[in-house]
């Protein structure tokens, strides 16, 4: 694991978006493993500036998303494909049809989970993976549990989950319940790993995904297994080192 510092969000950001930008300058048709969430936000505003600036080009790269909440639209605001789209995606020149975020109104899941694993496959496996970090250590959705879970699957969100993203939500209980997830197999398969990390809140996190012992229990610890992980965290996530 290779860990940068950085002073706050903003050079967090622009630091991870340079390691995209240089992913995408060396290979033009590479695959993105994206995420959302406010702590890819920064990054994906500090690529758009760059596309825009002319220093960028979208037009060959694929993407795959991490997760999407069970039940939500396309369409719906809180929907991981219209934070995608609306954060990323309409401001930069990639083909969206080349653009995958799990299907959150599929009706059958099990075939559905398959298809995704099947589809990160076909699409070349994916070269460079953004995360944040759940406060629970959760990577995508694989929330903590007894086992690792695998490959793509439709999840149960935990209370603290819940309760970390109902700021999102006119109330808690509109919040989803489930989720359609990665899973830990299909994220660390990629090639490269660029975890994003900021605010204090965030600092027992982080701690225990770097140097706590590898469990279920922390999902992210799985990472200390991968051999190309670079966390980029700001002085505040990293407080509790
Ligand atoms: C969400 C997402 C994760 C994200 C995490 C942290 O629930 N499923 O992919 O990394 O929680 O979110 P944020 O960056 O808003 O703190």
Redesign the pocket.
Known sequence: MVIYKTKNYTDMSRKAANIISAQVIMKPDCVLGL??????LGTYKQLIDWYQTGDLDFSKVSSVN??EYRGLSPEHEQSYRYFMNTNFFDHINIDKSRTFVPDGLTSDVERFCKDYDRLIEEVGGVDLQL?????NG????NEPSDAFPRNTHCVDLTPS?ID??KRFFDSEEDVPRQ?L?MGIRNIMMAKKIVVVVSGED?GEALREVVCGPITPKVPGSILQLHPDVTIIADEAALSKM
């Not at 995420?35 to 890819?40: D, I």
């Open positions: 995420a959302t969430g406010s702590s890819p991490l997760d995360l944040g970090l759940g406060h959760h990577i995508g959705f989950t970390a993203n989720a997830t965030k």
